[in-house]
């Protein structure tokens, strides 16, 4: 499946710092791809109206059952807004049952820097 591109809410300035969450969302069996799937378009629609976001990806490996997401933010309280509003709040509460060990890394980045290239988010999330 090819990533979704990065879709930008809103144009980011180049001088600008944001803040940056990359994920890795294993899933437990590929029976619940279907759902990841159907869930991650509920989000985009949320993502879709959300104040504060700059713009996101998805890049989903599902041979191995792996997504990846990269989401960029005006702030931080921005991003914590989101994660707290619905649908992404139920889908989270959710997911441990879906879901492998997930990893969630924060960092900054300048506007110049976006959109953040998938080795950036992988580098984050190894670190």
């Known amino acids: 499946m090819p990533p979704v591109p990065s879709t930008a809410h809103t144009e980011p300035d180049p001088e600008a710092t944001y803040v940056v969450l990359g994920t890795y969302l294993p899933l437990r069996g590929y029976r619940f791809v279907p759902r990841f799937l159907g869930d991650s378009m509920k989000v985009r629609r ?41 649908p992404h709040a139920t889908i989270t509460r959710v997911k441990p049952k879906r879901m492998g060990a997930s990893k969630f890394r924060s960092w900054s980045a300048t506007g110049a820097e976006v959109p953040i290239a998938w080795d950036t988010v992988r580098a984050h999330l190894a670190s």
């Open 46 to 86: 949320q993502l879709a109206a959300t104040e504060g976001l700059i713009g996101y990806a998805l890049k989903a490996h599902l041979a191995s059952k792996e997504f990846l997401t990269v989401s960029v933010w005006e702030s931080r309280e921005a991003l914590e807004r989101f994660s707290r509003s619905e």
